[in-house]
């Protein structure tokens, strides 16, 4: 069927319906329900489609139009082959805006989909699925598929060359990106790398809340040289041979206790010597200090997180674990005590160490600082939470200082 554009033009072309030809167009770019109501109508609205279908004069503002009822008049009076027809004889091309979606879905699918080998191999196919589900790599990448190409692209390029212990985040950066700079915090590049480490490459960090130091370190990669992130060990068994352990046998032998840097645990890592054995591990480090002084060199294998863990300390448990050590580990009776434990017990296959319901209710009448914060529940004694909110005060390390040091005088050694 041919167009009348003569016909067209007296029916729909003019200015008093130019609003409802905008609209019928917005439908049928973007598809919906049959029906289009136009409030507050002109009366010259009403007049073009009471001519169009037939219809007798309506009083009221709004009007109620059916596109297939158009449709079809139209066919059916010989102006146009159909309502899109006539549209576009009037004001140029319709856009199928349901296709164009569904073609930059699938090309977008493309995109993911031509990476999914690399990131399979990498243990990385949730860390890729969470990028195409929640639009990170879109957003970081404005839209743009190329541009979210390259961005995937020097994400896996850096991914594929880690662990690399030791090595500096902006020699990285400058070998996989030629940019010493790319994997500075607000760099796409590196939000995307960053929420793989932490979230996915070999199972993550655990810490809800990583610093910039820990995210990396995750991989072995050093930021700023890392001789600011420390860990407090003492008595931790080492192989006499190994380069790396030579300064801990000394501080062993002499009963002293030793600051580890993160620097040290990547580039020079001590050769443990834990299979099997159990490592204490506290928060506070007065409990160190207690140990060194009352137990001297019969104390068990002991570390200090000095608070919430740092890079250093979970690059130390990582190592003590792959050596095969039992990991032991506490915090305060506090809420961030409790949210301490619940990471740790996430990365690690870590058993509680006096970090119980019974501990805390055999020292009820201790007294201790009121609650900070929110409530955490307890992965490990769900009864733990509850029972230390109706308490209402926290019971530190140092209050437990007795019971600690009777657990570490009385392992083997």
């Not at 420390?230 to 002293?256: C, F, H, W």
Request: hydrophobic residues 40%; neutral net charge; aromatic residues 4%.
């Amino acid at each position: 069927m041919t167009l009348d554009p003569e016909r067209l033009r007296r029916l729909l072309g003019g200015r008093d319906t130019e609003r409802l030809r905008r609209r019928l167009r917005e439908r049928l770019s973007r598809g919906g329900a049959d029906t289009l109501t136009l409030t507050r109508s002109a009366p010259e609205e009403r007049a073009a489609v009471e001519r169009l279908l037939g219809r007798s004069p309506r009083s009221g503002s709004s009007l109620r139009v059916s596109l297939s009822e158009i449709d079809a008049t139209l066919a059916r009076a010989g102006i146009a082959p159909g309502l899109r027809e006539a549209l576009e004889a009037l004001d140029g091309p319709i856009r199928d805006r349901f296709a164009e979606q569904e073609a930059e879905a699938q090309r977008w699918q493309g995109l993911y989909d031509s990476v999914r080998d690399r990131s399979d191999r990498l243990g990385l196919a949730a860390w890729l699925d969470e990028l195409a589900a929640r639009g990170l790599l879109k957003r970081l990448a404005r839209g743009n598929p190329d541009a979210a190409a390259t961005l995937l692209e020097q994400s896996l390029a850096v991914l594929e060359r880690l662990p690399d212990p030791g090595l500096n985040r902006s020699t990285l950066a400058a070998r996989c990106l030629g940019d010493a700079h790319g994997l500075d915090p607000g760099q796409p590049v590196a939000a995307l790398v960053r929420r793989a480490l932490y979230r996915h490459w070999r199972g993550g960090i655990g810490d809800d809340r990583p610093d910039e130091r820990t995210i990396w370190a995750h991989a072995g990669i050093l930021v700023g040289g890392d001789i600011t992130s420390t860990v407090l060990v003492y008595q931790l068994p080492v192989q006499k041979d190994a380069p790396g352990s030579q300064m801990l046998r000394i501080q062993n032998q002499a009963g002293e206790p030793a600051y580890l840097t993160l620097r040290q645990l990547l580039r020079h890592p001590p050769q443990w010597d834990c299979q099997g054995r159990e490592i204490f591990v506290c928060e506070n480090p007065t409990v160190v200090a207690e140990a060194t002084e009352r137990l001297g060199t019969r104390c068990a294998p002991l570390v200090s997180t000095c608070g919430r863990p740092g890079a250093a300390v979970w690059q130390l448990l990582e190592q003590l674990r792959d050596a095969g050590a039992r990991l032991r580990y506490r915090a305060d009776f506090d809420w961030a005590g409790l949210s301490i434990m619940n990471s740790v017990l996430e990365r690690f296959e870590a058993r509680p160490w006096r970090m119980d319901t019974a501990t805390l209710h055999r020292h009820a009448q201790t007294p201790g600082p009121p609650l900070e914060g929110r409530g955490v529940p307890t992965t490990w004694d769900h009864g733990l939470g509850p029972a230390l909110a109706s308490r209402g005060t926290a019971l530190h390390e140092e209050q437990l200082l007795e019971d600690l040091l009777a657990d570490l005088a009385a392992r083997e050694q």
